[in-house]
């Protein structure tokens, strides 16, 4: 087992990390940009390094400094978190070329899965179903004529990246060559890859995922689904698990899929298998992260399994010492991110407590939140043994949780907590395009 390791992010999943390193034992070293340098996670860590400028091409995306940080303080491993570079396959690289255990899958993985195309490709393979589709388009042109075989409406997406960027729905043939032109764009700034492939755009549709765990020796376990649906511009802002939309039936083939994807990918360490599943409860391959997913804790939760740790020790090359037939979905948890709407300074900050109820933060008062990096201010996390009691407790915690100083998302999250169509966990990938706060 490792005795000491670095931290390559910042904000709530550094502090995340921190804590499950000191209940395993393990020392840990901070990074932080000149701009963190308050931030909690220095604070909280061992021992700490400044990498750069608070711009994060500076710091935090900066592999060399990271890795050169690693080998000065001897660590062992580097745990990359979510964001950043936790997906990029020379930093994985970089890290077995240095001698330094990349907390995650191995470089190849991460650039198969990155890649869509290439993705899609293997999925198809090894009978994973996906949606109706393209390989890699060479212009708009091309995208005309597969989109004409394939039938309106259609998505072009980037091969490249995720985060909802290079990401454009296309409804008439004369929006073609504008809207692929400009997501092309968008991909390149993003991810250096401005290559675009199709899919069939099907609505309404549900986002499910499936955490796993994988280990070296081939064993594979997947912990239930979660239900991402609630989305504003491709971006998550509730997830439970397990999905009020899915049957045990489907849950068992959404997991037995999911391991066969893990498995044709040669999977290590823990990750993510991302389906679309239309009303008719079909579901198709969307994507596979290969790391830590913000939403990891209401999967912990159902499944009493520390993401994290296990992380860790598959790193270490431990193997897991449990089957899917000891996992067992229980009770129900639901995530809210809570994002800012600006900069600002914490002023009053109050958290609600109470039994399985946690907010996920690096905030305190009197913390200057930087403009350099994502929106996310925390997360608030609840569990209970039915989904009807984590509802309530999830309004109850957010109507007491206060962040003061700065303009924050949780008015706009007990108002969707509220709706009738959470409730009753009807709703689809759609739903904020119709949600509107009374009063409005």
């Not at 931290?7 to 932080?32: D, F, L, P």
């Not at 899915?246 to 997991?255: A, D, G, N």
Request: glycine share 10%; proline share 5%; hydrophobic share 40%.
């Amino acid at each position: 087992m490792f005795t000491k390791i670095l931290i390559a992010n910042r904000g709530e999943i550094a502090i995340r990390i921190i804590r499950a390193c000191k209940e395993m034992g393990i020392s840990t070293v901070a990074v932080y940009s000149e701009a963190d340098r308050e931030s909690l996670h220095v604070a909280l860590a061992d021992e700490a390094i400044c990498i750069g400028g608070p711009r994060a091409d500076d710091s935090y995306l900066n592999g060399e400094r990271i890795v050169s940080a690693a080998l000065a303080t001897h660590a062992q491993a580097i745990h990359p978190g979510y964001g950043f570079l936790s997906e990029n396959a020379g930093f994985a690289a970089l890290c077995k070329e240095h001698g330094v255990v990349f907390i995650g899958p191995p470089a190849e993985v991460i650039s198969n899965m990155g890649d869509k195309d290439t993705a899609r490709r293997l999925m198809k393979e090894n009978g994973v179903p996906t949606t109706p589709g393209t390989d890699i388009l060479r212009d708009a042109q091309e995208a005309k004529e597969a989109a004409a075989n394939i039938g309106y409406p259609v998505l072009i997406k980037a091969s490249a990246g995720g985060g909802g960027k290079g990401i454009r729905l296309i409804e008439r043939e004369e929006d073609m060559e504008r809207a692929f032109e400009t997501a092309s764009s968008e991909a390149q700034k993003a991810f250096g890859d401005g290559r675009m492939y199709m899919e069939k755009y099907l609505d309404p549709v549900k986002h499910i995922e499936v955490q796993l765990l994988a280990d070296e020796e081939g064993n594979i376990v997947c912990l239930g689904e979660r239900e991402c649906s609630i989305q504003r511009n491709n971006q998550k802002l509730i997830e439970e698990s397990p999905s009020p939309g899915v049957s045990p039936e489907i849950r068992r083939e959404l997991m037995a899929t999911a391991a066969r994807a893990a498995k044709a990918s040669g999977y290590v360490s823990a990750g993510t298998v991302e389906f679309l599943m239309d009303k008719d409860k079909n579901f198709y391959f969307m994507e596979m992260n290969p790391r830590l997913q913000v939403e990891h804790p209401v999967s912990e939760l159902v499944t009493g399994i520390d993401i994290v740790k296990w992380q860790i020790r598959i790193a270490a090359g431990v193997p897991l010492d449990f089957t899917q037939e000891d996992i067992h979905v229980q009770g129900a948890a639901i995530e809210c991110r809570i994002n800012a709407k600006g900069p600002g300074k914490v002023g009053f900050f109050h958290t609600p407590g109470g039994p399985w109820v946690r907010f996920d933060t690096f905030l305190y008062q009197g913390y200057e939140i930087p403009p350099y990096y994502d929106s996310m201010l925390g997360k608030m996390i609840v569990y209970s043994s039915t989904r009807e009691e984590a509802i309530r407790k999830m309004t109850a915690a957010l109507s007491e949780l206060v962040i003061g100083g700065t303009l924050n998302n949780i008015e706009d999250q007990i108002e969707i907590i509220r709706d009738e169509r959470f409730k009753k966990g009807d709703y689809y990938t759609d739903f904020m395009k119709h949600f509107q706060r009374p009063g409005q």
